[in-house]
């Protein structure tokens, strides 16, 4: 079974930066779509941002768009999200998901089979 594994959360001051990494054992990547998602306390989870397999395809959430980049380098079996322009609002657990499907690219998480255990991304100063 794919598992996932992600890092590189911490705490960060407001307007820093931080990059996660979604990294895979057992299968490679490549095969896979890639979505995050993030889910801060009270709150649902939410699809901020996915890249269909090739890396071709990529969509961001309004939240983040403009300040997140996903990125993938299929030879490291990693994905990766650049986040940059970080404020209190992004404090929440990040979790990579991936779904089975090639060439797809969705933030509906119902897509998804495979999840990571989540890192924390804490916003302050």
């Known amino acids: 079974q794919l598992q996932l594994v992600e890092s590189g959360g911490g705490l960060v001051q407001p307007g820093g930066s931080l990059r996660l990494s979604c990294a895979a054992s057992?299968?490679?990547?490549?095969?896979?779509?890639i979505g995050w998602f993030r889910q801060a306390p009270g709150k649902e989870r939410e699809g901020i941002s996915c890249i269909s397999s090739s890396g071709g395809s990529t969509d961001y959430a309004d939240s983040v768009k403009g300040r997140f980049t996903i990125s993938r380098d299929n030879a490291k079996n990693t994905v990766f999200l650049q986040m940059s322009s970080l404020d209190a609002e992004d404090t929440a657990v990040y979790y990579c998901?991936?779904?089975?499907?090639?060439?797809?690219?969705?933030?509906?998480?119902?897509?998804?089979?495979?999840w990571g255990q989540g890192t924390q991304v804490t916003v302050s100063s």
């Open positions: 998901a991936a779904l089975s499907v090639q060439r797809m690219c969705v933030m509906d998480a119902r897509w998804y089979h495979y």
């Open positions: 057992r299968f490679t990547l490549d095969s896979y779509g």
